[in-house]
C-alpha cells in the first residue's frame, strides 16, 4: 500500500479516518500492517502490499480461484491482442487524452485486464476487489507507482465520497447480492463533474438463451473451486466443438449455439484456437462459479442513473447493457 493512500481511505464502519500501526516496508510502500480507525478503533490488515477490508473466503471466492490460476489469459499485453482495450473504451466512451492524470476508481479489477489499459493511458488508478484476485492483479502489474490495490466490499468502499473523476465497473455489478445497493455505492464515489461506467448482463429474451447455464448453476456453484474447474475443462473439450458447429450453421445457427453451456468467442474475437478454448474455460467457470447472477433491464439501469443525479445517460447493448453518464455539478 502507497503511504499516500491513507488519506483517501475510510473505515468501512463508519467512514473515520485510519491511522497506520505496526507497518513495515519503505518509504513508499507498506508491505505488511494494520490500519485502525481513528473513530471506532476498527482494524484492517494489510498483507502483501495490500489492504484487506474483507475475508478471502466470501462469495466471490471461486473468481479469485479462477483470476489467480488465468492472471495473464485477457490481458492485451500478454495475449497479443487489442481486445480488452477497445472493450473499455468502446465502453466508457472516454478518450485516452482526456483521462490522464486522473483518478480513476476500478470497481472489480480481477487480474487486471482493464487495469492494464487504464494504466498504459496515464490514469491514476485505485483497483478494487471482493476476491483474493487482487494478488494476481498485483503479480501483473508490480506497484507500479499509479496503481493503489485494495481488497474490499463493493457495497462499503473504504474511500471518502466524491474522491473520484471517473468510476469503471465491467462485468461485475450482476455478480453482487444487490445490485442497485453496489451501483448507487459507486455513484457516491464521484465527485461533481466525474463521470460513470457501468456495464450488466442483459435481462431479454434473447440473453435467455442461456437459460441452461442457469439451470446448472445452483448446483455447479456449490462444488469447491478446483472442482468445478475440472467439470469446466472436461465440458468445455466435450461442447465447444459442439456449439462452434451449431455458430456455423447460416441464419439459424446463432440462435442455436448460445443453449450449448460454454462460452463461444468462435467468429467473434481474435482468437487462436488454443486462446478460444481458454477463453471458453474462463467464461464458463465464470457463469457457473457466481453465487448471483442478476441480469437488468435497459430502462432499470437509466432510471438508476437518473436517481443518481447523472446526465448524458447513455445505455448501449454491446453485449451487456452500459450505462455511462455525468454526475450534475
Not at 268 to 285: I, Q
Amino acid at each position: 500500500m502507497k503511504r499516500a493512500l491513507l488519506s483517501l481511505l475510510r473505515c468501512p464502519q463508519c467512514a473515520g479516518n485510519f491511522r497506520l500501526v505496526e507497518n513495515k516496508g519503505d518509504e513508499q510502500e507498506v508491505e505488511e500492517g494494520t490500519l485502525r480507525c481513528e473513530t471506532c478503533e476498527n482494524e484492517n490488515q494489510i498483507r502483501n502490499f495490500i489492504p484487506r477490508f474483507v475475508d478471502s473466503e466470501n462469495y466471490a471466492r471461486g473468481f479469485g480461484f479462477q483470476w489467480n490460476l488465468h492472471a495473464q489469459t485477457q490481458l492485451d499485453k500478454f495475449n497479443g491482442t487489442k481486445i480488452t482495450t477497445e472493450r473499455f473504451f468502446d465502453g466508457t466512451q472516454w478518450k485516452p487524452d482526456e483521462v490522464k492524470g486522473m483518478n480513476v476508481l476500478e470497481a472489480g479489477c480481477g487480474a487486471g485486464r482493464f487495469t492494464d489499459v487504464m494504466l498504459a493511458a496515464g490514469m491514476q488508478v485505485y483497483s478494487l476487489d471482493y476476491s483474493n484476485a487482487v494478488d494476481a492483479c498485483l503479480v501483473n502489474h508490480g506497484l507500479h507507482p499509479n496503481l493503489n490495490i485494495v481488497q474490499g466490499d463493493m457495497c462499503k468502499v473504504p474511500y471518502a465520497k466524491q474522491s473520484f473523476d471517473r468510476v469503471f465497473c465491467f462485468g461485475v455489478l450482476q455478480h453482487t447480492p444487490d445490485v442497485r445497493k453496489s451501483f448507487f455505492s459507486l455513484t457516491e464515489l464521484v465527485r461533481p463533474g466525474g463521470s460513470i461506467a457501468v456495464d450488466v448482463y442483459r435481462n431479454t429474451l434473447k440473453a435467455r438463451l442461456h437459460y441452461p447455464r442457469y439451470l446448472l448453476r445452483p448446483l455447479a456453484k456449490r462444488l469447491a473451486a478446483p472442482k468445478l474447474y475440472s467439470v469446466v475443462e472436461k465440458m468445455v473439450d466435450f461442447l465447444l466443438p459442439v456449439s462452434i458447429g451449431l455458430k456455423r450453421i447460416p441464419l439459424i445457427g446463432k440462435y442455436m449455439y448460445p443453449l450449448i453451456p460454454v462460452a463461444n468467442y468462435w467468429g467473434d474475437l481474435p482468437l487462436n484456437k488454443k486462446m478460444v478454448r481458454e477463453w471458453s474455460v474462463v467464461d464458463t467457470f465464470d457463469w457457473l462459479a457466481s453465487w448471483y447472477d442478476q441480469p437488468q433491464k435497459a430502462e432499470t439501469i437509466k432510471s438508476w442513473m437518473e436517481e443518481a443525479g447523472f446526465v448524458n445517460i447513455q445505455v448501449r447493448n454491446l453485449g451487456s447493457f452500459v450505462a455511462t453518464g455525468d454526475k450534475l455539478l
